[in-house]
């Protein structure tokens, strides 16, 4: 094996290996700019605290107060990004039950929505007024049509074909300088 013919190997394996590094990025950032993403956060629910520390069953949270809703930026017009998968969990981190613990309103188009909480015991077992919610909405750089996330989803296996093909042919112009003849019939 002539040393031109072991330069092109080994050339072409480490591109193969940067090739399945860039792989897994450019996998990552799509998926970033093609997935809901789930935000967790705390809550002060001291607007609905009664007195005698019940919860007002008839004040409710607009979503404007979470760090994320879809009701401050480009996301309002678009229902995939409305608020989505909403759930409140009490003071000592339990999961609160929807329709029976709180519900969740839509406005609209989905992107605003407010929370209204019921004065159910899961609530009342502690003074605190913060609560933990979690939800689903679109992320800033969120690829809203669903055939452009699609596309953008079908890049990285393009990329690895391209790779492919790359290592079929080099593989193949090496077998012919090596003098090796390889019959097609």
């Keep these: ?27 990552d950032t799509i998926n970033t700019k093609t997935s809901l993403v789930t935000y967790t956060e705390t809550l002060d629910i001291s607007s609905t605290r009664l007195a005698g ?37 009490n003071q000592t981190g339990t999961l609160l039950l929807g329709t029976t613990n709180y519900t969740w309103t839509e406005d609209g188009n989905g992107a605003l929505g407010r929370i209204a909480l019921a004065n159910s015991k ?21 690829v809203v049509s669903g055939w452009q996330r699609t596309i953008l989803n079908l890049v990285p296996g393009f990329f690895a074909l391209a790779i492919l093909m790359v290592c079929v042919f080099v593989i193949f112009y090496v077998l012919r300088q090596e003098g090796v003849e390889l019959n097609t019939n």
Aim: glycine share 6%.
């Design 1 to 27: 094996m002539e040393n031109k013919t072991v330069g092109i190997i080994i050339s072409v394996a480490i591109a193969v290996l940067m090739g399945a590094i860039l792989i897994a990025i450019i996998a």
């Design 53 to 89: 520390g019940g919860i007002n069953a008839s004040v409710t949270i607009p979503a404007t107060v979470l760090a994320h809703p879809a009701s401050t930026s480009w996301r309002s017009g678009y229902p995939e990004c409305a608020i989505s998968t909403v759930n409140l969990y």
């Design 122 to 142: 899961a609530l009342n077992s502690s003074t605190s007024n913060l609560t933990t919610i979690s939800y689903q909405s679109c992320p800033d750089e969120y």
